[in-house]
């Protein structure tokens, strides 16, 4: 009896406890039925506000970014859907690009981000306050600031300690040699003087266009000349110190190569399109370019068999024909007005962010064959010539800005023009760097 009395005790025990279990669960369903109160309703975002922004960049033309630019323009507009974005373009090419820039500046229509050059042609806008510092910004966000290669920011410092422009590609310059050409006439590649003048006199008779180049926009020829008979001292200094004597043997060599029949007969007519064209095609040896140059030769013959060499050091200069032109010129600059923007400061952050993420830079990057601004970037897709390109930067002793960078525009706009003055013997190399340095002089009053 005593067996089955507990049997029958832990039975109601246990049948206890379940039927306590289901009230439990019956007032926790009740609960639960319950109307929240409005405090504990789940709070609606805010839609956000929709914002247009303007972008002005020369990744236009036939630009070989161009493209890859759009699409990450596109892919920023696809993630927020209330921000606009005008891309507003013209060809590096097209010399109105500089002036569209100056007056938009100096009008109250600066673009929202401006991707432009640093150094001299941005430190009239830098100084008149257009642009902000990207100093607290770059500080605010460690994670996208370390990011980047070190050395690509430090290129973008302006002279008053601030970096004001954030990289996107960095660019290196040199001869772009078609060693097809050169083996069908027996000709070694120019890596020396001799052996470029004896391409060019060999090239010349036979009807071949030896390097390709306008007198006009003659930027290159003048950055590699003066580079070649100066050395990296002497060119970084532009007309600072005085006239660098080497100077005028840079443009004395320029005449020597155009009386060995250098230059395309209508060098005078001419713009960097064109030379760029006529190397494209097949139709000239060499050219004088940077490093987004060789994404817009198309024709196989062409980029299959393209090198890039440094430009040969002169007899008589202090170059070594190992330094280069190159670095990181340009970046993106944020107005100051839009900073100031309430509706629009963090929009054109964050899409300044996104358009020097290491994504975007390294798409970029293949496309027009520049040096990445980011670290940690594969370049593995990249073209032969491109590769050879970054080697060629690896290697360099020295990476100079071009004179450009270094002397007022209107200055070198007096150097641009003495080319064609020098090679048809109407100026001295002499006479024209004077009133160059006369104009850089009284800029700087």
């Given at each position: 009896?005593?067996?089955?009395?507990?049997?029958?005790?832990?039975?109601?025990?246990?049948?206890?406890?379940?039927?306590?279990?289901?009230?439990?669960?019956?007032?926790?369903?009740?609960?639960?039925?319950?109307?929240?109160?409005?405090?504990?309703?789940?709070?609606?975002?805010?839609?956000?506000?929709?914002?247009?922004?303007?972008?002005?960049?020369?990744?236009?033309?036939?630009?070989?970014?161009?493209?890859?630019?759009?699409?990450?323009?596109?892919?920023?507009?696809?993630?927020?859907?209330?921000?606009?974005?005008?891309?507003?373009?013209?060809?590096?090419?097209?010399?109105?690009?500089?002036?569209?820039?100056?007056?938009?500046?100096?009008?109250?229509?600066?673009?929202?981000?401006?991707?432009?050059?640093?150094?001299?042609?941005?430190?009239?806008?830098?100084?008149?306050?257009?642009?902000?510092?990207?100093?607290?910004?770059?500080?605010?966000?460690?994670?996208?600031?370390?990011?980047?290669?070190p050395t690509a920011l430090e290129n973008t410092r302006m002279q008053d300690g601030n970096i004001y422009a954030i990289p996107l590609t960095g660019y290196y310059e040199g001869l772009f040699v078609n060693k097809k050409i050169f083996a069908d006439n027996n000709l070694e590649l120019p890596t020396d003087w001799d052996k470029l003048k004896t391409a060019v006199s060999t090239l010349s008779k036979k009807g071949i266009i030896p390097l390709a180049a306008p007198f006009d926009q003659s930027h290159y020829?003048?950055?590699?000349?003066?580079?070649?008979?100066?050395?990296?001292?002497?060119?970084?200094?532009?007309?600072?110190?005085?006239?660098?004597?080497?100077?005028?043997?840079?443009?004395?060599?320029?005449?020597?190569?155009?009386?060995?029949?250098?230059?395309?007969?209508?060098?005078?007519?001419?713009?960097?399109?064109?030379?760029?064209?006529?190397?494209?095609?097949?139709?000239?040896?060499?050219?004088?370019?940077?490093?987004?140059?060789?994404?817009?030769?198309?024709?196989?013959?062409?980029?299959?068999?393209?090198?890039?060499?440094?430009?040969?050091?002169?007899?008589?200069?202090?170059?070594?024909?190992?330094?280069?032109?190159?670095?990181?010129?340009?970046?993106?600059?944020?107005?100051?007005?839009?900073?100031?923007?309430?509706?629009?400061?963090?929009?054109?952050?964050?899409?300044?962010?996104?358009?020097?993420?290491?994504?975007?830079?390294?798409?970029?990057?293949?496309?027009?064959?520049?040096?990445?601004?980011?670290?940690?970037?594969?370049?593995?897709?990249?073209?032969?010539?491109?590769?050879?390109?970054?080697?060629?930067?690896?290697?360099?002793?020295?990476?100079?800005?071009?004179?450009?960078?270094?002397?007022?525009?209107?200055?070198?706009?007096?150097?641009?023009?003495?080319?064609?003055?020098?090679?048809?013997?109407?100026?001295?190399?002499?006479?024209?760097?004077?009133?160059?340095?006369?104009?850089?002089?009284?800029?700087?009053?």
């Amino acid at each position: 009896m005593k067996r089955s009395s507990l049997i029958l005790l832990s039975m109601m025990v246990v049948f206890a406890m379940f039927l306590a279990a289901c009230g439990k669960a019956e007032e926790k369903n009740t609960a639960s039925e319950q109307p929240k109160t409005e405090s504990e309703k789940p709070k609606e975002e805010a839609p956000k506000k929709d914002v247009k922004l303007r972008v002005f960049s020369t990744f236009g033309g036939t630009d070989a970014a161009r493209e890859a630019f759009q699409a990450a323009i596109d892919d920023f507009v696809s993630k927020n859907p209330n921000v606009k974005v005008e891309n507003d373009t013209m060809s590096a090419n097209d010399d109105g690009f500089r002036t569209k820039v100056n007056t938009d500046m100096n009008s109250g229509n600066e673009p929202d981000l401006l991707f432009y050059f640093v150094g001299a042609d941005a430190q009239g806008f830098v100084d008149a306050g257009k642009v902000v510092s990207m100093n607290d910004i770059l500080d605010a966000n460690p994670e996208w600031k370390a990011g980047f290669n070190p050395t690509a920011l430090e290129n973008t410092r302006m002279q008053d300690g601030n970096i004001y422009a954030i990289p996107l590609t960095g660019y290196y310059e040199g001869l772009f040699v078609n060693k097809k050409i050169f083996a069908d006439n027996n000709l070694e590649l120019p890596t020396d003087w001799d052996k470029l003048k004896t391409a060019v006199s060999t090239l010349s008779k036979k009807g071949i266009i030896p390097l390709a180049a306008p007198f006009d926009q003659s930027h290159y020829v003048i950055e590699h000349f003066i580079l070649s008979a100066a050395g990296a001292k002497g060119h970084d200094s532009g007309l600072a110190n005085g006239i660098d004597p080497n100077w005028e043997k840079g443009y004395a060599a320029m005449k020597e190569l155009y009386d060995l029949g250098a230059f395309p007969k209508d060098a005078a007519t001419i713009d960097l399109s064109m030379a760029s064209n006529y190397y494209a095609e097949g139709k000239a040896a060499m050219i004088i370019e940077g490093s987004w140059a060789s994404g817009a030769w198309k024709e196989p013959a062409v980029i299959d068999n393209t090198t890039i060499l440094p430009f040969p050091a002169m007899p008589g200069g202090v170059g070594t024909g190992k330094e280069i032109i190159g670095g990181y010129g340009s970046g993106f600059y944020l107005s100051k007005a839009t900073y100031d923007n309430a509706d629009k400061k963090d929009a054109a952050i964050e899409l300044l962010k996104h358009m020097t993420s290491k994504d975007v830079i390294e798409k970029i990057s293949l496309a027009n064959g520049g040096l990445p601004a980011a670290a940690g970037v594969e370049t593995k897709g990249a073209t032969q010539v491109a590769n050879d390109g970054f080697a060629l930067a690896a290697g360099a002793p020295s990476v100079s800005r071009p004179i450009d960078n270094v002397v007022a525009p209107e200055t070198f706009s007096t150097l641009r023009a003495g080319v064609q003055a020098v090679v048809t013997g109407k100026k001295s190399p002499a006479e024209v760097l004077k009133e160059a340095k006369e104009i850089e002089d009284a800029n700087k009053k």
